[in-house]
């Protein structure tokens, strides 16, 4: 859904149905949050031919991209690629974390293409630490906001390469790719590219998806 006005039908526990009722979602963009709650002191009466409510909850702008949430597979760390269509800013991240995963969570980052580089996926070398959210709680099923400020612009047409990793083992979720260094989402902004999963700097596993939410 978008915001914008419906027109809906309520039923209640007795199964009985009330007049169309035309409903306005307001949000501060122009899509709305994944999960949002509403004022629990919201209600449609009988006779009531509108009402309004107002999306609350984490928003995803129209710059951000969900890869996917699949899972499938997975182990403690991702490692892939962000190719900038035009110059974009990487303001945070969100991951696919294990129900039962708790432990820190680390971001890095390196200003070239990771898959080209020998060796890259399995050494520290060149990565550049950007933060390090301790204790983070798993959000499953939905992803789980890494509250580490990233704030990374990439210039246009430029490829930059991203790891995102806890020391807690079985803690992250990803998918099996199709070929690694495919594009495997896109918005107007970047395409996303598939590269390698397993450990913190041991990335051996390929090709694997990263999931979750890039803003």
Same mark, same amino acid.
């Given at each position: 859904?978008?915001?914008?006005?419906?027109?809906?039908?309520?039923?209640?526990?007795d199964s009985l149905f009330s007049e169309p009722i035309e409903i306005t979602i307001n949000t501060i963009e122009t899509s709305i949050p994944p999960s949002p709650v509403a004022d629990s002191a919201v209600y449609a009466c009988v006779g009531d031919s509108s009402i309004e409510l107002t999306a609350i909850g984490d928003i995803a702008s129209t710059d951000s991209l969900l890869t996917t949430m699949a899972g499938g597979n997975g182990s403690s760390a991702n490692m892939f690629v962000?190719?900038?269509?035009?110059?974009?800013? #990487?303001? @945070?991240?969100?991951v696919n974390m294990y129900p039962s995963a708790t432990g820190d969570v680390s971001i890095f980052f390196r200003p070239d293409d990771y898959l080209i580089v020998?060796?890259?996926?399995t050494s520290d070398a060149g990565w550049i630490l950007v933060g390090t959210a301790e204790g983070v709680v798993s959000n499953a099923p939905d992803y789980t906001n890494i509250p580490v400020p990233v704030n990374i612009t990439i210039p246009a047409g430029?490829?930059?390469?991203?790891? #995102?990793? @806890?020391?807690a083992p079985t803690?992250?979720?990803y998918s099996n790719g199709t070929g690694l260094g495919n594009v495997y989402a896109t918005n107007a902004s970047f395409n996303?590219?598939?590269?390698?999963?397993?450990?913190?700097?041991?990335?051996?596993?390929?090709?694997?998806?990263?999931?979750g939410l890039i803003r």
């Open positions: 859904l978008t915001a914008g006005t419906y027109s809906i039908v309520v039923r209640d526990a962000i190719e900038a269509i035009q110059e974009t800013t #990487i303001e @945070s991240f969100a020998p060796g890259a996926n430029e490829r930059y390469s991203f790891h #995102i990793g @806890s020391p803690s992250v979720q996303f590219i598939e590269g390698h999963g397993g450990t913190v700097f041991n990335c051996t596993y390929s090709p694997r998806v990263f999931n």
